[in-house]
């Protein structure tokens, strides 16, 4: 009968809807049964639950010294490789790692001898012959993602035995060459696992052990996790590990290394949390949030020929070129930048050499702005009125939509208003994808452009020679002998107190000049778990972080 | 009544055609990938031109053999995909055979379990609304499908992050497993590239359930969109089917209604399904882009996201060429299941 049949359809519909309803509903609470906050210690057993988890979006090119030439692959090699001179915890400057000693033995020898009984992870012996190994290959091979362009001051290496190695140098007394040794082409390699003439496969010295450095890598995926154990073979001045055991995370998407920092699935976040997040963590109170000196630079390039009065310039005009430079120098608001824009993670800039690194003064607080290290729109507009300028000039200002960051946009436009500030400039703000922007600049389509600059090793050097000698990377027509005779004696004056007067002096005169107007430079900025310490300790003008400065608990 | 051999050979010929049009059908996928990567220039160019110097771009251009005519690149092009020779990546120097193989088993992993996902709510909701026609039940049922196959996969995704992973803290944020899951399973061995079955075979059901938590969501963020097809078809189907004269004689001989729904209606009911699931296999692998993208689950998709971002045109044509081939094999399959259950698809 109908109401039978009806009676019977609705039970048999209600048993339908609660029974894919009740699959729907198993399924999901079976997942989240084991899923929810994921920390380093959990969904496993082994070695895991002693693991300190490290996230980062930094990428890895190469494992191999040779082949590689960025941060990525550095902050691996810095915790798994040996280096003869090194930065201790908290300083800027090299001493002796796994060597015993370093000195000029004559104008154009450095010679370094290494501690004794030292052993790689695989159990080879670490001699001069890996060490001459290490330099021969790197020349040799040459390739054009490698650090080999760092050796431009080596000749040769000798090897008289096999605690002693000897450096034939091409210039004499290079003060810079110890600092080259601590940098990206300073790794040293086990000759019996790399090769000689070609870059060597990750796994390849994965499995072959090739490690001698605080920790040796006990699995690899690259760019996604590496498992790192201590390596008690270590004999170098930054001492044993704290933690036996570190995985690295690598993430693409910083949000979500933000997101897994908070939940605590990784115990430290370094590299690179985007401003914002990083102020909505400092108000976290289950995380940490630590700040150090940074070695990337920001700044505005000048192209000397195209610039406002520029050498190719139908007006051209050194004096009113000049007189741009500086009126701009006054205009930069540095600490609105960092704050309004960066959030901290930057912090004002008033040289070409960074603060932290030894010689660096500030000849541009007092010299531009208020003389304490703000705008003054009066004294810009002086400047220009002095020097016969019209106002307001027209000036062209590039940058790069996508090779610094997310932010170059909010950066240039408060720039562009800044320097509109009393109608002294009126700027054109563009932007280029950076592939045609690298092209650009160095053709002389720019007039003004954005550059950044992260360190080689942490020298005064190499904020000074890439930039202001005639043949420099910004390829932006600046000349001045003067500068560039101090900055060849520089690195050649082993007086600690004579070379750091001479930096003194080159940032003075680069000052004047404004071949570069730096303004911005980065904070090191780690994100740590409420229980992880020795964070402090590595965030140091180093610009190197080291896994084995931290702990948990 | 045709005679078995003839229905037979009936078969044999749909799937044989079948299967020989997938060669034109290749083919004209693969060329025009080739097409379209040489018509923005040279990989190498676009992935590192304004990195090197000209004379050491040119020289990797000429080992790369790019700057030979265009007809012989296209017939090596040929000749490489057809002996399984993809190229290697110029951002990473890796095999583009490695990228696929590597990664190729995390995107099929996701795949499958968006399908199970979409016929888990697909079949039984499409069965529910159906029977419940124009009742409240069905209405319900027939907006949240339209939203399910209407809301961006990656828009899908970062809402079920938020609420589950973010606000409840029910599942993770991202990944494939937790990294301790991840050092246990390296440290017992597993690597086939299935996380579930390297998770099963470590024998720990923690890491198991590990695995499944960090698997939910992005299925179920991929899967929604083919539930919500599936729903409204198997519902168009159920009402089609629940229509017919052999329903109603059974009705009328006294079959209850919840076993003519069970064991009557829904078998004919699923056959569109089995057509449409080849199409859906490219939607997925379309939204498997952006999926793993949200959730960082390392597939193909993924990778070619992050390899597009690198301009390296030689992986992003190796993951494009694959995926192609996917679609037209799987495509294939489906025609062929599709003939196996109803010969009237046969010819």
Request: charged share 20%; hydrophobic share 40%.
């Amino acid at each position: 009968m109908k109401g039978t049949t009806t009676m019977s359809a609705i039970r048999g519909s209600r048993r339908l809807i609660a029974g894919a309803a009740g699959t729907a509903a198993l399924a999901l609470v079976l997942t989240a049964c084991g899923g929810g906050s994921d920390d380093g210690g959990s969904g496993g057993g082994g070695g895991s639950a002693e693991s300190l988890v490290i996230g980062t979006t930094d990428k890895i090119t190469s494992l191999d010294p040779a082949g590689s030439y960025d941060n990525g692959s550095f902050a691996v090699m810095n915790q798994i490789y040996p280096f003869l001179m090194n930065t201790p915890y908290g300083s800027p400057d090299v001493e002796p790692d796994i060597a015993e000693s370093a000195e000029f033995t004559s104008p154009t020898e450095y010679t370094v001898t290494l501690k004794p009984g030292l052993k790689w992870a695989n159990g080879n012996d670490l001699t001069s012959s890996d060490v001459k190994f290490t330099f021969d290959r790197q020349l040799a091979i040459a390739d054009e993602n490698g650090p080999s362009s760092l050796l431009y001051n080596l000749d040769s290496v000798e090897t008289p035995d096999e605690t002693t190695v000897v450096f034939k140098l091409k210039s004499e007394n290079d003060q810079i060459f110890p600092q080259i040794l601590s940098s990206p082409v300073g790794p040293i390699v086990d000759e019996d696992v790399f090769s000689a003439d070609a870059v060597t496969p990750d796994q390849e010295i994965v499995d072959g052990k090739a490690f001698a450095g605080q920790y040796s890598i006990t699995s690899y995926k690259a760019n996604e996790l590496i498992s790192y154990e201590a390596y008690d073979g270590y004999q170098g001045i930054l001492g044993e590990a704290k933690t036996p055991k570190v995985a690295a995370k690598y993430f693409t998407d910083a949000s979500n290394l933000k997101l897994e920092v908070q939940d605590g699935s990784v115990d430290v976040a370094f590299r690179s949390l985007s401003p914002t997040d990083i102020e909505d963590l400092r108000g976290d109170d289950g995380v940490k949030v630590v700040d150090g000196p940074g070695g990337e630079i920001r700044y505005i390039t000048f192209n000397f020929n195209t610039q406002p009065y520029g050498e190719k310039q139908p007006d051209a005009d050194p004096k009113k070129a000049t007189a741009v430079r500086h009126a701009v120098a006054d205009l930069i608001d540095r600490e609105a930048l960092a704050d309004q824009v960066y959030k901290g993670t930057y912090t004002p800039l008033y040289s070409f050499v960074p603060e932290g690194l030894t010689g660096a003064t500030e000849p541009l607080k007092e010299m531009y702005g208020d003389g304490q290290g703000g705008p003054d729109a009066d004294k810009a507009k002086k400047t220009l009125e002095d020097a016969g300028v019209e106002t307001p000039v027209e000036l062209n200002l590039q940058y790069s939509n996508d090779h610094y960051g997310p932010s170059s946009g909010d950066e240039y436009a408060l720039i562009k208003d800044q320097l509109e500030e009393g109608g002294l400039f009126t700027v054109n703000l563009q932007t280029t994808e950076w592939v045609q922007y690298s092209k650009d600049r160095t053709s002389d389509v720019y007039p003004a452009y954005q550059l950044g600059w992260f360190p080689d090793y942490s020298d005064a050097d190499n904020y000074l020679t890439p930039f202001f000698l005639k043949e420099n990377f910004l390829g932006n027509h600046y000349v001045n002998q003067d500068v560039e005779d101090m900055i060849l004696e520089q690195a050649v004056t082993a007086d600690e107190g004579e070379r750091a007067e001479l930096l003194g002096k080159i940032q003075e005169a680069e000052a004047k000049d404004l071949s570069t107007v730096p303004y911005l430079q980065g904070a090191q900025v780690a994100v740590t778990g409420a229980d992880v310490t020795g964070t402090e300790d590595t965030l140091d003008a180093s610009f190197k972080f080291r896994y084995a400065a931290l702990a948990k608990g | 009544m045709a005679s078995r051999s003839t229905a037979g050979s009936a078969l044999g010929r749909y799937v044989l055609v079948r299967f020989l049009l997938i060669i034109p059908t290749v083919f004209i996928l693969v060329t025009t990938v080739f097409v379209l990567m040489r018509a923005t220039g040279d990989p190498i160019t676009a992935a590192l031109g304004g990195k090197l110097p000209p004379d050491q771009l040119a020289e990797l251009i000429h080992a790369a053999g790019y700057d030979r005519p265009v007809i012989v690149q296209y017939w090596e092009y040929l000749t490489g995909i057809f002996s399984g020779d993809f190229g290697t990546t110029i951002s990473d120097n890796r095999p583009v055979t490695e990228i696929l193989t590597t990664y190729g088993t995390a995107t099929l992993e996701l795949a499958a379990y968006a399908i199970l996902v979409a016929l888990v709510l697909g079949v039984p909701f499409g069965m529910v609304s159906g029977y419940f026609r124009d009742r409240l039940p069905d209405a319900v049922l027939r907006i949240l499908a339209i939203l399910a196959y209407a809301t961006p996969v990656f828009f899908a995704g970062l809402i079920l992050k938020l609420v589950f992973s973010v606000w409840l803290g029910w599942f993770p944020v991202a990944g494939r497993v937790s990294t301790g899951g991840e050092i246990t399973m390296q440290l017992e061995g597993a690597g086939s590239g299935f996380m579930l079955v390297d998770a099963i075979s470590t024998g720990d059901p923690e890491v198991v359930l590990d695995v499944l938590s960090h698997a939910a969501l992005p299925a179920i963020a991929l899967g929604l969109l083919t539930a919500g097809v599936f729903l409204r078809l198997v519902r168009t189907n159920m009402i089609g089917t629940l229509g017919t004269g052999y329903i109603d004689a059974a009705r009328s001989r006294g079959v209850k209604e919840s076993r003519l729904v069970r064991k009557h209606a829904w078998r004919p009911a699923l056959i569109p399904i089995i057509t449409v699931a080849g199409m859906q296999v490219a939607m997925l692998l379309v939204g498997a882009v952006l999926t793993e993208t949200t959730f960082e689950w390392r597939g193909l998709g993924f990778q070619l996201a992050e390899y597009l971002q690198a301009r390296d045109f030689v992986a992003v044509q190796g993951i494009v060429v694959l995926m192609a081939v996917v679609v037209a094999v799987t495509n294939f399959l489906v025609d062929v299941l599709a003939a196996l259950i109803d010969p009237r698809v046969r010819y």
